[in-house]
């Protein structure tokens, strides 16, 4: 049997961050078997779903790299299907018109809970129909006998007595799907063999459950996995932080680097190397999902990120960098000192707006703003050595930070001084006191001619 997954979310918001782990985890399975993994989008609640938010998932599995096989299927113009599905569980006399109203339903609805059962509607023993014409919803006709087993792959078995299940509404008095039935029969049309999801779900398997059975369909095999807490341990909300995937996009995380930490909220596979999502598939079992919820950390995200900053093209860095910096309204250099920047810094940026500071030194334009410990380096005598140490750099040949971190220690020899009475002043001219890598690699990315320009108009006062 080929395998074959999905992932269903409803179109009423953003991408969640907890969303995005399920579709990973859904990716990684089917990948990992040969199969096929499908997006589905539960758009039924037609109030609440909106085209905004429907770009905002796709945008969000794309920039994951969460390609799904196949065409998108969307839920609300299959309900038609969805109608004939009801229709035929009522021929088959697994599912039967019930003309209760709603105040009698709920009258029915306190007597069960009062007995400690399900609500079980008399419509199903055969009570006559009050008239012809009168509006009526279609029930699932629940298992009396026996347990509803979900053998679940990440819980294991969960049991639920037939007689706990009410007898569930199948199809509304308007003609409308609920969306127990509708998850039913488009996992059966499309051949959906594992459904992984949230355990928020983990209850909804014994209500669905016996809707493929009442029309003789095998039910996929289920894994709920545990959600996502924040680092205090609860559920995941605003005041943890961000909670759309969007936002770490625009928070300067890597795609690849938020699916590597997400995949492993909750999976363990006995390592703790940093593994891109490709580079998982081979080792991805779902039994390695832990049945505790797992907890959000940012630190352990900024680690992550490091990890694959340091590893990123120079030229895709250099890009997003430039997109930063436009967002911000911050000066952009060329391309040329955007790449030299990315390729001397990316090792020690955890983000994006990480790199961006730390490459300010580099793109701030002259006259060099200079903060007030950076002005009290630069005494008289200070500035009549640096006037001499640009004189010196003048001269040399070859403009890389091995040669000119040579011709600075060279400087200070000359000087009778340790770098260290050179150092903290040059710096200082170079950046306005502003983050920066060593002074070789700093000259280097600044170039000879805008960092003889910055010293010389440090030397000036």
Known sequence: MSVVTRFAPS???YLHIGGARTALFNWLFARKMGGRYLLRIEDTDRARSTDAAIAAILNGLSWLGLQHDGEITYQFAR??????????????????RCYATPDEVEALRAEAHAEGR???????????????????VIRLRAPDDGDVVNADLIQGDVRIKGRDIDDLVLLRTDGNPTYMLSVVVDDHDMGVTHVIRGDDHLTNAARQIPIFHAMGWVAPKFAHVPLIHGEDGK?????????????????????????????RLGWSPGHDDILSKEDAIAQFDIAQIGKGPARLDFKKLDSVNAHFMARADDARLAQLLAEHLQAKGAPVATAQTLNKAVGALKSRAKTVPDLAEQAQFALVQRPLPVSDTAKNLLTDEFRARLSRLRNRLMSEPNWDHANL??????????????????????????????PAPDLGVTLELLGREEALARMSDQSRG
């Open 235 to 263: 559920k995941l909300s605003k005041r943890h932080g961000a909670q759309a995937v969007h936002e770490y996009r625009d928070m300067g995380y890597l795609p690849e680097a938020v699916a590597a930490y997400l995949m």
């Open 79 to 96: 309900a038609q299907r969805h109608r004939d599905v009801a229709n035929e569980m009522v021929r088959r006399g697994t599912a039967f």
């Open 11 to 13: 179109p009423t918001g």
């Open 405 to 434: 971190a040579s011709a600075l220690k060279a400087f200070a020899t000359e000087e009778g001084v340790g770098l260290g009475q050179i150092g903290p002043g040059l710096r200082a001219a170079l950046t306005g006191g502003l």
């Open 118 to 136: 399900a609500l079980r509607s008399p419509y199903r023993d055969g009570k006559a129909t009050p008239a012809p014409d009168a509006p009526f």
